[in-house]
């Protein structure tokens, strides 16, 4: 499965109407940040092992009006990853992580 790339304009959309569909995981980083760098590949990867047809990675970039999301839901630091279900935020984490903790997050929000 690979990441949908979403924005201020499909934001709703992609994310808070997909998740009553599915478990929607939504990536916000920042082209700047390295330690957004070290998890864009890793989350990414283990996306890959999940069925599409019960997760989505989505992804933000947190520039411009894109900030307005991260405003929106009280991101402090990127890179922030949060879980939505049913149109709510159910889970999050911060910073870069390893891939047994990114596996271990998707799979306690499948449950």
């Known amino acids: 499965m690979s990441a949908v790339?979403?924005?201020?304009?499909?934001f709703d959309s992609l994310v808070i109407e997909e998740s009553h569909k599915r478990l929607v995981v939504l990536d916000i980083s920042a082209e700047w940040c390295?330690?957004?760098k070290i998890?864009?590949?890793?989350?990414?990867?283990?996306?890959?092992?999940?069925?599409q047809s019960e997760f989505l990675l989505a992804k933000i970039e947190a520039e411009d009006e894109n900030m307005k999301i991260a405003g929106r839901y009280g991101v402090r630091g990127f890179p922030t990853v949060i879980a939505f279900i049913d149109g709510e935020e159910v889970d999050r984490f911060h910073s870069a992580q390893t891939p047994d903790f990114v596996r271990d997050f998707i799979?306690?929000?499948l449950a």
Do not use: R
């Open 39 to 51: 998890l864009e590949p890793i989350i990414t990867s283990v996306a890959l092992e999940f069925d």
């Open 5 to 10: 790339e979403v924005n201020i304009d499909t």
């Open 34 to 36: 390295g330690p957004c």
């Open 107 to 109: 799979e306690n929000n």
